[in-house]
Each structure stands twice: as structure tokens, then as C-alpha cells.
């Protein structure tokens, strides 16, 4: 593996209120080789997201340290919120970016499963590409019960963990794996009748016979129909694709499309191809866009040009 | 101005079909410090449009080598083409990218403009923000009857170049100014009726009362109707605001859009306003692309990452 390696890592963390906890957190995951790309924290949920890119080990020893922090400061017999979780460092995620293979991030996934095991003493799950178990693929499965269940189930051979003690204390345990890049896109309704976003969910979700590479779900969001997705393979099933879908079928209940957010960070061919369509360009490639272009050379010149406050237009 | 200050220049040459022609100017053109971004060449125009960026200095001494060759190589008496042409090296406007204005690019254009008159000993026009008089801002008044009539006439008062002799070889005229950033942008239509091209030119153009800094023509190209544009102030309409303009114009026409063209670069904010537009995203920002948000620390990751040929997708 050369030095242009890049993983991706999600870790999830149960706590989105204590603002010390958060910035703790955050401290112990950086790095100088690891870049914070995303940070996200919900009060409703209590958690929190933070996206980090770097090189494989160094994402790890981030990670490592980073799970101390909420081992230390997260005591799930406290901790309350409208998101399921089974442990303080809930959910550790590691993705292929660049020049390497999910086989590898699945390798990664379990050194630092391993090591969570046998350094912090935490019963540790793996999941998705890394799951030791059919089973075990799907995080909700895992997750099932919650913390609270576990606590009274982990001693069963179906609970087991892949690493660490077969008992659970305050902190829970921790799920690390290895996932392909999702792009975690919610289209809002306008409606508030959860049943229309239930019912659009079902259609346009692949376990349904829908669209490939989506995974949908139904809510309720501050009061308003929401479909909640996790696009699982943005170049087969693009953004813009589920958008035109679930337009269409919202139509057909009556609705329309109010809003969608987009929860974390979009590839630039995710972007690319929605503005394809809206331009009715099918041949825009990278290679057309400016900053792009301005890139290819000199890597230092990538920024994008600040046009508002340069007052490059408009001038006359 | 210090070292991050940018410009793009789109030197426009009359000559699409010889390729060693073409080959030679584009070496002329290039330089360590000057980035050619892109490049076409078209047979039916005979123009070749180069696109480059650098510091402005560097950029000057390619664009003066590249007209250079021009001169020696393009013989305006010969040359014919469906694009109209003033000479060899025939439009050289200056664009400002980064840390400089349109001002500050009028005084670059107009050194410019003083070395070619008086070192190649060419008739030189100033034009656009550059020009020297109101009737020279806009490039077709000064091109009128192409380098056939300016032979005739440029002993003229009005005609009188802004430097260089009122004289004029088979190389004919440059013309050079400087302008903001503009994305050339084509709707061809599902018809081949060129008087809907032209009608919904006119419904769109700023001139006639349509969107602003939007400039329309309606031409036929290969038997297709087209609607040719210039966008001059992406941020005021952007691309995707005028595909959806013609697309009603084409509807109350009984026509419809057939694919959209891009002529050389799109900034990357106006790639990004099409993606919202698409994704009903409103807040979607640059700082939300995975690969900017890589880019921020580390330059030199600011390269996408190669999806599919690393297949980081759908291994499972």
C-alpha cells in the first residue's frame, strides 16, 4: 500500500448534547495525517457522527483513541436518545477511498476490533463486509434490544462477541466494520402523514423490488413525511435518480417533494451526475469543470476561485 | 498581486484542420508556470480555441510566443471557415480566476495589446472591458465584414487600430480584451425548424428582455436546431435556470430540448447550483463533496477518487 492510501472511518458516538464530550471526542480522533471532514451532532438522537480520511493506520490509532475518550466520559445506563445504540462508541465503520479494496478496510476492521478487545476490554461486534456471521451483516440485527438487552443476552452463543470479554459494563460494546461509501440522503414530503412516507420508502427500496443499492425507511420528522435512505451504491442508483423515483410516486399519493438534506459528505460523481441531468448534459465529466482543470497541475491551486468576494463578475 | 493570483486567457486562432499548425501553437502556448486546460478545434469553423491559466506574466509571454507562430503560419487570404475572423490570432481576451479583478486584467490586456503592436508590428483592437471606446466593447462591431472588409477600411478613423500600425499583412488584426469568467452553453431542440431557435433566443436573451447576462443566438448546426449562448454572470442565472426557460419556451413552441453542448469550462458553483436544483438540495455547498472536503488539508488529495476502477463499489 503506497502513501496515497485513504480510508474513510464514521464512528458514532452516543453522546449529542454535552458539548465537552463532543469537543473531546473530536480532539482525540485528529491527527496530523487525519482529516475531519464531517462533524454531526443531534440532541434528539444524543449522538454524534464524525467523519475522518487518512491513511489506514493512522485512522486507526485515531479511532483507538478516540473510543477511550467515550468509554471513559459515556455511561449507557445514563444515556438516553430517539437513536438505538449498544455501546458509548456505537457504530466504527471503516471505507475504501483510495487506492485500496474493502477486503483491506475488512483486515483493518478486525486489527482494530482485536485490539479494542483486548486493550479496552469491551466485547467488540463486526459487521457488514467484516461480519464473522451472516447474521451479523446487517446493523440492526446487532443492535437489536439495544444495550439494555444485551446486558442480559451476551452471555447466549448467538451474542457472543467476535472480540473481547462476554460481559458488559457501562460503556456497552463496540461495532466496527467495513462498508462500501453510502450516501445517507433524506427527501422530505409535504405531508405529515408518516403512511405516505412508509408507503413511497416501500416502493422505491431495493429490498422491495425497488431501486438497487437503496435502502429506505419511512418517518416522522419534526412533524413532516420523511423517506430516509442510505444510497448504498451511488454509481449504480444516483441521488438524482431516487429523487426523480420518489417524485414520481409522491405524485401518485397526492404529495410532493418538499426538501432533501443530505446527512455527511457526497462524491463529486454523485454531484456530477444530478447536474447532468439538470443540464441535459450527458458528457460533463470532471475534466470540464474549472476548478478541476486548475487542479490537475498543481495541486495547490484546487481551491475553487472565491467569485463573490473576488467580484470577478458583475463588474460591468 | 502575489503568487496565487490567476488568470485564464481563451485565445481564439483561425485555423481548425492543419494539426501540425494546431500542434505548434499549443507548444508555443505552453510553459512550467501555464496550465492549457483545455482545447478545440473545429473543422467546419477552421478555429482552434486553446484555454489556459497561470500567473498573469507567464500566461502574457505563451499567449505573445503562441500569436507568434500565428502570424507565421496562417495566412488570412487563405484561411476560410464558417466562424467570421479579424486574423490569425484572432480573439485574446483575459479573464480574472483568482486574487484579481477585471481591472486589473484591462491594464494586462492592454500591455498585451501595446507589445504584439509594436514588436510583431500587427493592427491591435482593444475590446470588452479594455476597449478604448464604447463601440469596441462588443467583438462582433469590431469584427463587421471580417478581415476582407478591415483590409479596406483600416485607414479609417473609425477603424484605426489602438496600437500597432493601420496597416495589414495576410496575418490580419488581433483583437484583445478582458472580460469575466463566461460559460458557452448550447440547447440543441428536437427539431430541425431554425426559426424556433431563433424565437426562443429571443425570449431568453437579456437584450430582448429575457433572463439576465444571458446572451442567445439561434442557429442551425448539422440540420439540428440550436439555441447558442454565452452566460456571462453564472452566479445572476445559472446554467440549469436556462435549461429550464427553453425547456418551457420549447413546450409552448411544441418542441422540446433534445441534449445540452458545453463549449470549453463550467465553474464548479455552477455545476453545484444544478446539482440542488436536481436534488432539491438547497444547501448543498462545497464544503458538503467529499472530494473538497479531502482536498482542505492536504492539496494533493484533492484528485477524485477513482470509484470504479478501484472498485470501491459493489464488491458485495
Given at each position: 500500500?503506497?502513501?496515497n492510501v485513504?480510508?474513510?472511518?464514521?464512528?458514532?458516538?452516543?453522546?449529542g448534547?454535552?458539548t465537552d464530550?463532543?469537543?473531546?471526542l473530536?480532539?482525540?480522533?485528529?491527527?496530523?495525517?487525519?482529516?475531519l471532514?464531517?462533524?454531526?451532532?443531534?440532541?434528539?438522537?444524543?449522538?454524534?457522527?464524525?467523519?475522518?480520511?487518512?491513511?489506514?493506520?493512522?485512522?486507526?490509532?485515531?479511532?483507538?483513541?478516540?473510543?477511550?475518550?467515550?468509554?471513559?466520559?459515556?455511561d449507557?445506563?445514563r444515556?438516553?436518545?430517539?437513536?438505538?445504540?449498544?455501546?458509548?462508541?456505537?457504530?466504527?465503520?471503516?471505507?475504501?477511498?483510495?487506492?485500496?479494496?474493502?477486503?483491506?478496510?475488512?483486515?483493518?476492521?478486525?486489527?482494530?476490533?482485536?485490539?479494542?478487545?483486548?486493550?479496552?476490554?469491551?466485547?467488540?461486534?463486526?459487521?457488514?463486509?467484516?461480519?464473522?456471521?451472516?447474521e451479523?451483516?446487517?446493523?440492526?440485527?446487532?443492535?437489536?434490544g439495544?444495550?439494555?438487552?444485551?446486558?442480559?443476552?451476551?452471555h447466549?452463543?448467538?451474542?457472543?462477541?467476535?472480540?473481547?470479554?462476554?460481559?458488559?459494563?457501562?460503556?456497552?460494546?463496540?461495532?466496527?466494520?467495513?462498508?462500501?461509501?453510502?450516501?445517507a440522503f433524506?427527501?422530505?414530503?409535504?405531508t405529515?402523514?408518516?403512511?405516505?412516507?412508509?408507503?413511497i420508502?416501500?416502493?422505491?427500496?431495493?429490498?422491495?423490488?425497488?431501486?438497487?443499492?437503496v435502502?429506505?425507511l419511512?418517518?416522522?420528522?419534526?412533524?413532516?413525511?420523511q423517506v430516509?435512505m442510505?444510497?448504498?451504491?451511488?454509481l449504480t442508483?444516483?441521488?438524482?435518480?431516487?429523487?426523480?423515483?420518489i417524485?414520481r410516486?409522491?405524485?401518485?399519493?397526492?404529495?410532493e417533494?418538499?426538501?432533501?438534506?443530505?446527512?455527511g459528505?457526497?462524491?463529486?460523481?454523485?454531484?456530477?451526475?444530478?447536474a447532468?441531468?439538470?443540464?441535459?448534459l450527458?458528457?460533463?465529466?470532471?475534466?470540464?469543470?474549472?476548478?478541476?482543470?486548475?487542479?490537475?497541475?498543481?495541486g495547490?491551486?484546487?481551491?475553487a476561485p472565491q467569485?463573490r468576494?473576488?467580484?470577478?463578475?458583475?463588474?460591468?
Amino acid at each position: 500500500m503506497d502513501e496515497n492510501v485513504l480510508i474513510e472511518a464514521v464512528p458514532n458516538f452516543s453522546e449529542g448534547r454535552r458539548t465537552d464530550v463532543i469537543d473531546e471526542l473530536t480532539a482525540a480522533i485528529q491527527a496530523p495525517e487525519v482529516q475531519l471532514l464531517h462533524r454531526a451532532s443531534d440532541w434528539d438522537h444524543n449522538r454524534t457522527v464524525l467523519t475522518i480520511a487518512g491513511p489506514p493506520q493512522a485512522v486507526l490509532r485515531g479511532l483507538f483513541k478516540a473510543i477511550e475518550v467515550a468509554i471513559v466520559r459515556i455511561d449507557l445506563g445514563r444515556q438516553q436518545g430517539a437513536h438505538p445504540r449498544l455501546g458509548a462508541a456505537d457504530v466504527v465503520p471503516l471505507v475504501p477511498i483510495r487506492n485500496i479494496s474493502l477486503d483491506e478496510c475488512v483486515v483493518l476492521a478486525r486489527q482494530l476490533g482485536r485490539q479494542i478487545g483486548n486493550e479496552l476490554d469491551l466485547p467488540v461486534y463486526l459487521y457488514a463486509a467484516a461480519a464473522t456471521r451472516p447474521e451479523r451483516r446487517n446493523l440492526a440485527d446487532i443492535r437489536r434490544g439495544e444495550y439494555e438487552a444485551l446486558r442480559q443476552e451476551i452471555h447466549r452463543p448467538a451474542r457472543l462477541p467476535d472480540f473481547g470479554p462476554a460481559k458488559i459494563g457501562p460503556a456497552g460494546a463496540v461495532i466496527v466494520g467495513a462498508r462500501s461509501f453510502l450516501i445517507a440522503f433524506n427527501v422530505f414530503l409535504r405531508t405529515a402523514d408518516v403512511a405516505v412516507a412508509k408507503a413511497i420508502a416501500r416502493q422505491i427500496r431495493e429490498s422491495s423490488g425497488g431501486l438497487p443499492a437503496v435502502k429506505a425507511l419511512g418517518l416522522l420528522v419534526d412533524g413532516q413525511a420523511q423517506v430516509s435512505m442510505n444510497l448504498v451504491d451511488f454509481l449504480t442508483t444516483p441521488p438524482h435518480a431516487v429523487v426523480e423515483a420518489i417524485q414520481r410516486e409522491a405524485i401518485h399519493l397526492n404529495t410532493e417533494i418538499d426538501r432533501s438534506e443530505l446527512i455527511g459528505l457526497i462524491p463529486q460523481d454523485a454531484v456530477l451526475a444530478a447536474a447532468a441531468s439538470a443540464l441535459l448534459l450527458p458528457d460533463l465529466t470532471t475534466d470540464r469543470i474549472l476548478e478541476v482543470a486548475l487542479c490537475q497541475q498543481t495541486g495547490s491551486l484546487c481551491r475553487a476561485p472565491q467569485w463573490r468576494a473576488k467580484r470577478c463578475f458583475g463588474e460591468r
